[in-house]
Structure formats: C-alpha cells, structure tokens
C-alpha cells in the first residue's frame, strides 16, 4: 500500500524559500503524477502544482513565478521550494498521488505539515 | 481559469437523512475530470468519487455523484454519524481548482 509524508522546516522567515520532500513508500514513484496542494488555517484547498516522475510539470498560474517541483527518482521523493514566502503562505502542505489517466484525481494523500512563516 | 461554487456553504441535517451537495462550474467541465473529497477536521482529504460518479475504492455505496457540464453533484442516501465532514468538489482543466467547500454538519 503507497503511503506518503511530507517532511520539512515548520517554521520560515518572511523573503526566505519554503522546501518541502515528500517519500513514497510502498510503491514506486515512476509511472504516475505527484501533486502539492496547501490549505490555509480554517481555509480550503489550493492546488499548488504537480510533477510527472519523468520531470515534467504543471503549476498553479497563480504560485507559477515562485514554485518548482522536482523529482528524484533515485530516493523515491519529490519536492517543493516555494520563493519569497509570506504570512499568506502559512498553511498545512500536503502531498498526493494523481491519476491523470482517462481521469484525474488524488488517490493518495500525505498526512500533511504544517508551515508557518513568521519572523 | 474555471471556478467552482459549492452550495450550499452548511448543510445541517440528522443521521439518516439525505445529503444533497452541489458543485457549479463557472464553464463547462469534463465529467472525467471532476472529484470530489471529503475531509474530517485535522486529516488530509479522502477521495470519494472521480470521473463525476466512479466511487473510490473503499467508499460506501451511499455516496453517489452525478452531473455534466457546469452543474454536478454529490449525494449521500442515507447519513451515517461519520460522514459529517467538509467535502470539496475538484476539477481540471488546463490548471486544477478546488471548490470553497460545503460543511455538512450534525442538526
């Protein structure tokens, strides 16, 4: 059964970068999509942006000039750097498998982190 | 970028009853790629139905979803006590978004 965690600093400064990893267990990274979605305290879901094992991505429009996912498939993992965070980027980051098939949809989910950015 | 409005905002009903949730898109949306999720307070999502009506693996039959177009929905038959939740409708286009969300909550 795949599971994923999230792992990373819970706490950053305002200006600086936000990296997340996110570890496949259980499975293997190639032949699917992986996805970063956050959700702001007491707020609802936003879709950050996905990555294909093979390096190829798709981000949110609005994040796009801050956010780059990669993938290492050596690890198992794939990451997120987010640049020059503010308070409105504190929130729970989650990470997720998407089936980007025919269909398109998260089949599993992280249990999530929470990062808080704050001087 | 296509916008989803989920109603209602709060749903309150008693165990038993039906649940009628309904997720509007600003623009036509395939039916392939439509979800929808439910999460409980400080848990990640769960997947209940992809394609609009497929339901997940795991997910009792009294979840169905319906819909094409710009208006879906998601019903639950018969409401048990763990299914009060907030649940989210999900679509992709060219880019991914989320519903705001319906909280439906014990009456």
């Known amino acids: 059964q795949v599971q994923l965690q999230e792992s990373g600093p819970g706490l950053v400064k305002p200006s600086e970068t936000l990296s997340l990893t996110c570890t496949v267990s259980g499975g293997s990274i190639s032949s699917y999509y992986w996805s970063w979605i956050r959700q702001p305290p007491g707020k609802g879901l936003e879709w950050i942006g996905y990555i294909y094992y093979s390096g190829s991505t798709n981000y949110n429009p609005s994040l796009k000039s801050r956010v780059t996912i990669s993938v290492d498939t050596s690890k198992n993992q794939f990451s997120l750097k987010l640049s020059s965070v503010t308070a409105a980027d504190t929130a729970v980051y989650y990470c997720?498998?998407?089936?980007?098939?025919?269909?398109?949809?998260?089949?599993?989910w992280g249990k999530g982190t929470t990062v808080t950015v704050s001087s | 970028e296509i916008v989803l409005t989920q109603s209602p905002g709060t749903l309150s009903l008693s165990p038993g009853e039906r649940a009628t949730l309904s997720c509007r898109a600003s623009q036509s949306v395939s039916s392939s790629y439509l979800a929808w999720y439910q999460q409980k307070p400080g848990q990640a999502p769960r997947l209940l139905i992809y394609?609009?009506?497929s339901r997940a693996t795991g997910i009792p039959d009294r979840f169905s979803g319906s819909g094409s177009g710009t208006d879906f929905t998601l019903t639950i038959s018969r409401l048990e006590p763990e299914d009060f939740a907030v649940y989210y409708c999900q679509q992709y286009g060219s880019s991914n978004t989320f519903g705001q969300g319906t909280k439906l909550e014990i009456k």
């Open positions: 997720a498998r998407l089936d980007v098939s025919y269909y398109y949809y998260m089949d599993v």
């Open positions: 394609g609009a009506s």
